[in-house]
């Protein structure tokens, strides 16, 4: 209760039965079709396979980064959005998980009412905690948060804020089989035992956002519950959750048993000042785990968005249909070869260097990479002519100074960057 009070923690047989069989047979139809991935990832400079198997669905566009590797949704369900799935099966997977969203969205909204963990700016008197009241109940009928509830029931900025914290705009699917693993670390603080995922906090996400997490972990009558007990810690055989405060570790950890359906949840800013690692029990294990991805710099409509500034500064001759810069003023240089690179490295060479693997769920990303590199193309025209306008003797000396130099700076991260990336 003093130090892991943000924690709070699901039972299966709280969640509806035709939920539960909705997503596990969700996991076990992506596994059949081959949809989890090993990802790689680069740490300190140096490149690692995950351990864990995984796969990112959520919103159309969206993507998720995680140390310096940038996963791209699986587009689930949404109105508006045409999404071509590879099988039906696929499709009602995608549509499984959507409806497991909305439900740990209802959770995470009543467990952070629960704890008064968005303040009211008002004190406490009756009306207020019945209009939280009058909040959590219309969540529960309607299934979701609609803007219009939000005038009866909560402040204004706490709606919005409590909506912003608990709207999972994605989650990342875990699989793994530790059978399968020659070697997991064990747990080096509190004598947890073997690790599936090492203690960290979950990056990219917006402050303050709730991370919830559900597990199925595929126990039959191969792995019944050890019954050696009488051992010190927790059961090998079963899947645990461990928390520590960050940083630590006289605070005792804690280790949560995870059955199958199990669920959790990490409040308010629980994710920051804790650290959370996976044990791994002896059966093949699923996880979704749902975060409110930090998307200001992740989405198509925002790279789309950096293009459209960038190529502002082309212009085509209406007669000759030549190609040449509006400006060569160095802010203007800088911020479109800026964007240049991040249109290479952020999105085309993280795609393409493990993207083919998300067409055995769907083609969705195909059409908008190729616009990507359409506008991509157009940057390395831009950038050759800087070179040939940098090149003229009709230059003012101090200005073209200017310019090369803030032009290389941009120029030698970006062969830096090409030469890494070829490593990979």
């Excluded at 439900?103 to 406490?124: C, P, R, S, W």
Aim: hydrophobic share 35%.
């Amino acid at each position: 209760k003093t130090k892991y009070s943000k924690l709070i923690f699901g039972k299966s047989d709280a969640v509806p039965e035709e939920l539960h069989q909705m997503v596990q047979e969700g996991f076990l139809t992506l596994r059949k079709h081959d949809c989890f991935f090993q990802d790689l990832v680069r740490i300190k400079g140096k490149d690692f396979v995950t351990p864990v198997s995984r796969i990112l669905i959520g919103n159309p566009g969206c993507t998720y980064k995680y140390l310096n590797t940038r996963l791209f949704t699986v587009p689930w369900p949404t109105e508006g959005y045409d999404i071509n799935y590879c099988s039906p099966q696929i499709q009602d997977a995608c549509k499984a998980l959507i409806r497991l969203n909305d439900y740990l969205h209802i959770e995470a909204v009543k467990a952070l009412q629960g704890q008064n963990l968005f303040e009211t700016k008002e004190t406490k008197d009756t009306t207020v905690i019945d209009r939280e009241q009058n909040f959590a109940t219309s969540l529960t009928e309607k299934g979701s948060v609609s803007k219009d509830q939000s005038s009866c029931c909560v402040p204004e900025d706490d709606y919005i804020s409590l909506k912003n914290r608990t709207s999972y705009n994605l989650t990342l699917l875990n699989y793994m089989d530790p059978l399968q693993m020659l070697y997991l670390k064990q747990e080096p603080y509190f004598g947890m035992g073997s690790m599936a995922v090492s203690w960290h906090h979950d990056e990219n996400l917006v402050e303050r956002s709730t991370v919830a997490v559900y597990s199925y972990s595929c126990e039959g009558s191969a792995v019944e519950e050890s019954n050696e007990q009488k051992l010190k810690g927790r059961d090998p055989a079963v899947w645990h959750v461990g928390l520590k405060v960050a940083w630590d570790i006289e605070t005792p950890g804690l280790a949560i048993p995870l059955h199958q359906g199990d669920f959790y949840l990490m409040l308010d800013d629980l994710n920051m000042t804790h650290q959370h690692c996976v044990l791994a029990g002896f059966s093949p294990r699923f996880s979704s785990t749902h975060r409110v991805a930090d998307c200001s710099r992740g989405t198509l409509e925002y790279i789309f968005g950096q293009c459209e500034l960038a190529l502002q500064n082309l212009q085509t001759d209406s007669d000759s249909k030549a190609l040449s810069l509006k400006s060569l003023e160095t802010a203007v240089v800088k911020q479109v070869e800026e964007i240049h690179n991040e249109v290479e490295f952020e999105w085309l060479r993280q795609f393409w260097f493990q993207g083919k693997r998300y067409l055995k769920c769907t083609d969705w990303w195909l059409k908008p990479m190729a616009k990507l590199e359409e506008f991509w193309r157009k940057m390395e025209i831009m950038t050759s002519l800087v070179l040939s306008e940098v090149g003229k003797e009709e230059q003012i000396e101090e200005q073209r100074n200017e310019t090369i130099s803030c032009f290389l700076l941009v120029l030698t991260e970006r062969q830096r960057l090409r030469k890494e990336w070829t490593a990979r």
